[in-house]
Nanobody, 120 residues
Framework: QVHLVESGGGLVQAGGSLRLSCEAS?????MGWFRQAPGKEREFVAA????????YYADSVKGRFTISRDNAKNTVYLQMSSLKPEDTAVYYC????????????????WGQGTQVAVSS
């Protein structure tokens, strides 16, 4: 397992943008983001393959969020734009055997989470 540390969360107004970062302690294959809103189950947000050539997104964030990675820095990013109040959640970084596995909910390592709050 790798150790994952997220950063970049905060409070933003609706329509605004935030960029989350997640640094891994070592090399990773599939990387992704999940989120959990109060009173709800954790849900998949986005995933990216080791090369960055394949990406997957939840329907609720397509066209607004972009996942990317810098393998030289062992870091994955989530650029969030056009944020909505319903995007408010704790966002968790995840690592797994592939991006498709993460999309299916198969996760090898979790980060500690970073809070994102979107005000209306």
């Amino acid at each position: 397992q790798v150790h994952l540390v997220e950063s970049g969360g905060g409070l933003v107004q609706a329509g605004g943008s935030l960029r989350l970062s997640c640094e891994a302690s070592g090399r990773t294959i599939g990387m992704g983001w999940f989120r959990q809103a109060p009173g709800k189950e954790r849900e998949f947000v986005a995933a990216i393959s080791s090369s960055g050539s394949s990406t997957y997104y939840a329907d609720s964030v397509k066209g607004r969020f972009t996942i990317s990675r810098d393998n030289a820095k062992n870091t994955v990013y989530l650029q969030m734009s056009s944020l909505k109040p319903e995007d408010t959640a704790v966002y968790y970084c995840a690592a797994g055997t592939s991006a498709s596995a993460l999309r299916s909910g198969v996760v090898g390592s979790w980060g500690q989470g970073t809070q994102v709050a979107v005000s209306s």
